[in-house]
């Protein structure tokens, strides 16, 4: 593990922040794509001697991914396995979960995050209410593009308690139809 530590400490210190470089159509947001975050890291990987896989393992409620890293020397890394939920249940919703958990694999393996190209935004946190969190699935869908638990625990703050109180009712209308 000595050689690809190294290895990797200098690849990281080569990393650039991923590019906010794609507009999400639905809610008129800019993101880091894969291609994206990948160009962040993969030179100063590949300049450092190692390469990057992704697997998949099989689920069937969803995608996983595990990001390995493979040095020249043969030793290897891992950052572990990541699941993502399809909500379509089709090859559409499963290409979306993959591509979303292999993103979301290769910034928490490399630790880089998207640009800050919004001072604002680490400074107040947008409220959601009736006209712009609308239903339950268009508040499960923001859910799942939060990229992180600060984002989920800032989301949960600034719902209002109708919304709270929907979330409640549609997580009992869940568990009910596992039973």
């Known amino acids: 593990m000595k050689a690809i530590a190294q290895a990797f400490l200098a690849a990281q210190k080569q990393f650039s922040p991923a590019l906010k470089n794609a507009i999400n159509p639905h809610f008129k947001n ?7 975050c990948v160009d962040a890291v993969m ?30 020397s043969g030793e290897q890394l891992t950052g572990g396995k990541l699941f993502f939920p399809a909500v379509k249940h089709d090859a559409q919703g499963y290409m979306s979960a993959l591509t979303y958990c292999r993103r979301g694999s290769l910034m928490a393996a490399c630790g880089i995050a998207p640009e800050d190209d919004d001072g604002n935004a680490s400074v107040e946190t947008p409220k959601f209410n ?30 209002n308690p109708d919304e709270r109180m929907m979330m409640d009712k549609e997580k009992e209308i869940a568990k009910a139809k596992l039973k």
């Not at 800019?30 to 994206?36: F, R, V």
């Not at 390469?51 to 409620?61: A, G, K, V, W």
């Not at 006209?131 to 600060?150: H, M, R, V």
């Open 30 to 36: 800019k993101y880091a794509d894969l291609a994206s």
């Open 43 to 72: 030179d100063a990987l590949n300049a450092n001697g190692i390469s990057l896989i992704q697997t998949t393992h099989p689920h069937d409620d969803g995608v996983v991914v595990e990001t390995l890293f493979l040095h020249e």
């Open 130 to 159: 009736k006209t712009n969190c609308g239903d339950y699935e268009t508040l499960k869908f923001k859910i799942q593009l939060a990229e992180s638990l600060e984002e989920l625990q800032a989301m949960w703050i600034a719902m």
